[in-house]
């Protein structure tokens, strides 16, 4: 009579290979998740992520030849994940909140200006750190440098298209949260820029990750809070990370002739409605 050593060994043989491949990945990304993400991949060992993963070693080993190989493809599924995920729904909300807070200033051009710097340095400064302390965004910083070492040709490629597709539908996506924010609070890209809001999506997108990556040396000029115009608060702190939006902003943005209030206050009203 078969032990249920073996009836084990037989359920998990008649795994066919894309499950198993799943089954594994699936592991290693969860070890990614919670332990955070090395170039090397020191800590993920392939005896132990086929045992988490319930699969049979013979199957793995038809799928991946070494760890080297798998490590490749791990970081293909691994940039597929980070770079689709670097979208911050809360700082989105936040927006919109601080919107919400402040509705009795959007009759005026003063007061819609006031709530768009008032935007700009909370929600830039609860970006910054929610993005920078993301495993997401560490994967995806990582891979990126992992493109300039030792990575396989075909792997190399792959990870490229991975991260290049990811950061065009989070440009994509961010662009046209910026337009409708903007233009509900009577401002829209200049004209040289032709409508497009990309450049401004992946400018701002820049200077959070640059900062990122600067704060690793130089935490005590990043992580400070400066002087800078007043909001709706009238002495607020800025930190680097809004400045450098607001500094973008000033150089895109223009006030909008054509602002309809009417509309806008409509708009803002259904948002009120929806927070509700």
Not at 132 to 153: F, H, I, M
Not at 199 to 219: D, F, H, T
């Amino acid at each position: 009579m078969s032990g249920y050593g073996d009836h084990e060994v037989q359920r998990r043989t008649r795994l066919r290979a894309p499950e198993v491949r799943q089954r594994v990945l699936d592991v290693a990304l969860d070890r990614v998740g919670s332990l955070g993400m090395t170039v090397g991949f020191e800590h993920i060992m392939m005896d132990d992520l086929i045992r988490e993963a319930d699969v049979s070693r013979s199957s793995t080993y038809r799928l991946w030849d070494s760890k080297e190989a798998f490590v490749a493809d791990l970081m293909v599924e691994i940039a597929r994940k980070a770079a689709t995920s670097l979208v911050d729904e809360s700082t989105m909300e936040i927006c919109v909140r601080i919107l919400l807070e402040n509705v009795e200033l959007v009759a005026t051009a003063d007061g819609r200006h006031r709530i768009v710097l008032e935007t700009i340095r909370v929600a830039l400064q609860h970006n910054y750190a929610s993005v920078v302390s993301s495993v997401e965004w560490q994967s995806y910083v990582s891979l990126t440098a992992a493109l300039l070492g030792r990575v396989d040709n075909a792997a190399r490629e792959e990870i490229t298209d991975a991260l290049r597709s990811g950061s065009d539908a989070f440009v994509e996506q961010m662009a046209a949260f910026h337009k409708w924010f903007a233009e509900l609070l009577g401002f829209r890209i200049r004209p040289e820029w032709a409508g497009d809001y990309r450049p401004y999506a992946a400018l701002v997108s820049a200077i959070v990750e640059g900062l990122g990556i600067r704060q690793i040396a130089n935490p005590a000029i990043v992580l400070a809070t400066y002087r800078g115009p007043g909001t709706v608060r009238p002495d607020p702190e800025w930190t680097l990370a809004s400045t450098g939006l607001l500094a973008v902003f000033e150089r895109f943005m223009e006030t909008d002739p054509d602002f309809d209030l009417a509309v806008a206050l409509a708009e803002i009203d259904a948002l009120r409605d929806s927070a509700a």
